[in-house]
T-cell receptor, first 114, second 114 residues
Framework: DADVTQTPRNRITKTGKRIMLECSQT?????MYWYRQDPGLGLRLIYY???????NKGEISDGYSVSRQAQAKFSLSLESAIPNQTALYFC?????????????FGEGSRLTVL | AQTVTQSQPEMSVQEAETVTLSCTYD???????LFWYKQPPSRQMILVIR??????QNATENRFSVNFQKAAKSFSLKISDSQLGDAAMYFC???????????FGKGTKLSVIP
């Protein structure tokens, strides 16, 4: 089983719908992240969390919200999806204090908003 | 702000040949880490190689090596004896030491020609 699990892997929805992408990890890492990948733009940070009580906005947080339900769970919500939120979304984790900067990624959730 | 630039959107290489992917970055930090991630069609993000900025020696991992030029802020990836399985998107990324996030380049799509 993957150490960082994202659900759903693929989702098609309509404009205006509320969508939640879920991420769970078994790595025991404190830090969790949500990135968005668009063709030609690389990966951009949406939100990150250092622990359950610490949530921070990233580069492109508008239109998104997150919830850190437990150390191992970090969900991303689109309250009212719009077509330009069509993208591949990645959850990632890292180790606090490791000072290596390395991220461990889930397998991605492809979201299509019609 | 940190920026990472990959100037080659696409590249191709003959199987068994060597290819070099370019990456430049801009940072105000004196201590940082640089990474190359591989994203095959399965879309999983896989760490290829990591370089600590304070180390002068270039990192190597089997057929993968980097040319780290700190003064020039350049971090290229060399793939030797290219294999069909090397075909993927390659992302260069930067992280400040103790930082909370990676900043990614836009990626280079590598094709391997049999």
């Amino acid at each position: 089983d993957a150490d960082v699990t994202q659900t759903p892997r693929n989702r098609i929805t309509k404009t205006g719908k509320r969508i939640m992408l879920e991420c769970s990890q078994t790595k025991g890492h404190d830090r969790m992240y949500w990135y968005r990948q668009d063709p030609g733009l690389g990966l951009r940070l949406i939100y990150y969390s250092f622990d359950v009580k610490d949530i921070n906005k990233g580069e492109i947080s508008d239109g998104y919200s997150v919830s850190r339900q437990a150390q191992a769970k970090f969900s991303l919500s689109l309250e009212s999806a719009i077509p330009n939120q069509t993208a591949l979304y990645f959850c990632a984790t890292s180790v606090q204090g490791a000072n290596t900067g390395e991220l461990f990624f889930g397998e991605g959730s492809r979201l299509t908003v019609l | 702000a940190q920026t990472v630039t990959q100037s080659q959107p696409e590249m191709s290489v003959q199987e068994a040949e060597t290819v070099t992917l370019s990456c430049t970055y801009d940072t105000s930090e004196s201590d940082y880490y640089l990474f190359w991630y591989k994203q095959p069609p399965s879309r999983q993000m896989i760490l290829v190689i990591r370089q600590e900025a304070y180390k002068q020696q270039n990192a190597t991992e089997n057929r993968f090596s980097v040319n780290f030029q700190k003064a020039a802020k350049s971090f290229s990836l060399k793939i030797s004896d290219s294999q069909l399985g090397d075909a993927a998107m390659y992302f260069c990324a930067h992280s400040g030491a103790g930082s909370y996030q990676l900043t990614f380049g836009k990626g280079t799509k590598l094709s391997v020609i049999p």
